[in-house]
């Protein structure tokens, strides 16, 4: 079965530096993998997948992902975080054609002025 | 352009009490899927439904029941709601298309006393 870990829990960063947050999955197959975000009180918003091809994915909103199979890793990434980012993150990984969603347990993003 | 519309938002229950959470989708998706949030856990899957008049059981199936009423609509219920339920349950919808991703309704806040 496939699991995801994000090991940070929380992350703070100051406005306009850069963010990477960390996501690792376990899964046999080649992977279909999402990064969600969560801002406080709605629902899940998908920020950017990779299912296949070129390993860095390009989302929504300024964000950026890295899939690294030798790593088991999908790390999200932003060169300039804005006030609006403050929300929680999770990263989940698909199984088949991404029916099946496991989630991580989110990294919560606070943005310092 | 609704997307996933879940009913209601917020509500209040006496353990033992019975309720439903209703789901609809207007994007003709086959694939539906009801989870659960709880903190550092990210979303658990309850129960999903691969087409209409059919169901399964997710990870966390135990205290739930479900009805895929039709292609739209996917309700889960609780029959006899238990403190350890209270949580923010998300509903959401897939497509049959490889590289769609699962689109997710605002959340039912639901605190068991």
């Known amino acids: 079965a496939q699991s995801v870990t994000q090991p940070d829990i929380h992350i703070t960063v100051s406005e306009g530096a850069s963010l990477e947050l960390r996501c690792n999955y376990s899964?046999?197959?080649?992977?279909?993998l999402f990064w969600y975000v969560q801002s406080p009180g709605q629902g899940l918003q998908l920020l950017l997948k990779?299912?296949?091809?070129?390993?860095l994915v390009q989302g929504i909103k300024g964000f950026e992902a890295e899939f690294k199979r030798s790593q088991s890793s999908f790390n999200l990434r932003k060169p300039s975080v804005h006030w609006s980012d403050a929300a929680e993150y999770f990263c989940?990984?698909?199984?088949?054609?991404?029916?099946?969603?496991?989630f991580g347990g989110g990294t919560r993003l606070m943005v310092k002025p | 352009n609704a997307g996933v519309t879940q009913t209601p938002k917020f509500q209040v229950l006496k353990t033992g009490q019975s309720m439903t959470l209703q789901c609809a989708q207007d994007?003709?998706?086959?694939?539906m899927y009801w989870y659960r949030q709880d903190p550092g856990m990210g979303l658990r899957l309850i129960y999903y439904?691969?087409?209409?008049?059919?169901?399964d059981k997710g990870e966390v199936p135990n205290g739930y029941n479900v009805s895929r009423l039709n292609k739209r609509e996917f309700s889960l219920r609780l029959e006899s709601a238990a403190p350890s339920q209270t949580s923010v349950y998300f509903c959401?919808?897939?497509?049959?298309?490889?590289?769609?991703?699962?689109?997710f309704g605002d959340g039912t806040r639901l605190s068991i006393l």
């Open positions: 899964y046999g197959a080649t992977p279909y």
């Open positions: 994007m003709n998706h086959n694939s």
């Open positions: 989940a990984v698909g199984a088949g054609a991404g029916n099946m969603l496991t």
């Open positions: 439904s691969a087409s209409e008049g059919t169901t």
């Open positions: 959401a919808s897939h497509g049959d298309r490889v590289n769609q991703p699962q689109h």
């Open positions: 990779y299912f296949s091809g070129d390993t």
